[in-house]
Nanobody, 120 residues
Framework: QVHLVESGGGLVQAGGSLRLSCEASGTMFTINYMGWYRQAPGKQRESVAGITSSDGNTNYADSVKGRFSISRDNDKSTVHLQMNNLKPEDTAVYYC?????????????WGQGTQVTVSS
């Protein structure tokens, strides 16, 4: 099993910035994909951004393009989400998602979630 620890959420005014981080740890695992999702009250969880290990390609939801940036550390076990020019509609619980394989097979794990609140 791969363990994920998220950090960096909080309260910020509109136009401000936050940086989320998610560190993956475990035994004998590889990472194929790391991404961030969010879920606002009364809404379905949606994909925000992701990055693939093989080629470093990134993808973003249209609503965050140009404002958010996803990156990985050189050791490739930590993923960051830099969020700039935050808007009240970005308020949600943000979840880290990591996909890959372990010695026991594929995994698809989620972090515990971190609250991001943007005030107007």
């Amino acid at each position: 099993q791969v363990h994920l620890v998220e950090s960096g959420g909080g309260l910020v005014q509109a136009g401000g910035s936050l940086r989320l981080s998610c560190e993956a740890s475990g035994t004998m695992f590889t990472i194929n994909y790391m991404g961030w999702y969010r879920q606002a009250p009364g809404k379905q969880r949606e994909s925000v951004a992701g990055i693939t290990s093989s080629d470093g390609n990134t993808n973003y939801a249209d609503s965050v393009k140009g404002r958010f940036s996803i990156s990985r550390d050189n050791d490739k076990s930590t993923v960051h989400l830099q969020m700039n020019n935050l808007k009240p509609e970005d308020t949600a619980v943000y979840y880290c998602n990591v996909k890959g394989t372990t010695g026991w097979g594929p995994y698809d794990d989620w972090g515990q979630g971190t609250q991001v609140t943007v005030s107007s």
